[in-house]
């Protein structure tokens, strides 16, 4: 079993929708949660991290983690043309005496104007 | 904010050449720098933990003697993929964390390495 397992999609929605992008992880060990975006052929971008099973909201973008049951999403709020990218989660946390993070493989998410 | 710089940004080579890659921290001091491996379709696959002045912390499966880390100064580490083979070819990435920053990393733009 991966430790963090991410439904590749391709997602593909109209502008406007609300996208809801999720993950599961394994690893109990986790700490802190990260969401990264990355256009094509580029390196990823931090969007939002957070640390503590509740909802963190910044624009447009909601990060939800639920620690109970491993879960953890990304809720898009009226979608854009220019949020078409794939999305990564990222959880992390001290393995083998430093920080480490495990990245899921991405979700290719479309917004069709 | 925190910017990484990676250069070159594509490299095509012939198989049995050497290609070295460079990843800068441009406005902060990066003590340990990650890198990673992405192929089409698939996760970042974490290499290799660079630290600086010392030897680098490889992942298992990575070959150590074929993927060589250098990590000479603080804002400066080098991969070197050496005797490439076509398997080799990858989007290969760098990252660092700000000490100013709790948690997040910053990543460099990748190299695309292609190798014929």
């Known amino acids: 079993q991966k430790e963090v397992e991410q439904d590749p999609g391709p997602l593909s929605v109209p502008e406007g929708a609300i996208v809801s992008l999720n993950c599961t992880y394994s690893?109990?060990?986790?700490?802190?949660f990260m969401w990264y975006r990355q256009y094509s052929r580029k390196g990823p971008e931090l969007l939002m991290y957070t640390y503590s099973s509740g909802n963190k909201e910044d624009g447009r973008f909601t990060a939800q983690v639920d620690k109970s049951s491993k879960y953890i999403s990304l809720f898009i709020r009226d979608s854009q043309p220019s949020d078409s990218a794939t999305y990564l989660c990222?959880?992390?946390?001290?393995?083998?005496?430093?920080?480490?993070?495990?990245f899921g493989t991405g979700t290719k998410l479309q917004v069709i104007p | 904010g925190a910017v990484v710089s990676q250069h070159p940004s594509w490299v095509i080579c012939k198989s049995g050449t050497s290609v070295k890659i460079e990843c800068r921290s441009l406005?902060?001091?990066?003590?340990?720098m990650f890198w990673y491996r992405q192929f089409p379709k698939q996760s970042l696959m974490l290499m290799a933990t660079?630290?600086?002045?010392?030897?680098?912390?490889?992942e298992q499966g990575v070959e150590k003697d074929k993927f060589l880390i250098n990590h000479a100064s603080l804002t400066l580490s080098t991969l070197t993929v050496t005797s490439a083979h076509p398997e080799d070819s990858s989007f290969y990435i760098c990252?660092?964390?700000?000490?100013?920053?709790?948690?997040?990393?910053?990543f460099g733009s990748g190299t695309r390495l292609t190798v014929v």
């Open positions: 990222a959880p992390g946390g001290v393995s083998g005496g430093y920080q480490k993070v495990t």
């Open positions: 660079s630290n600086e002045g010392s030897k680098a912390t490889y």
């Open positions: 690893n109990s060990a986790f700490q802190y």
């Open positions: 990252s660092a964390r700000d000490r100013g920053q709790v948690h997040g990393y910053t």
């Open positions: 406005d902060f001091q990066a003590t340990t």
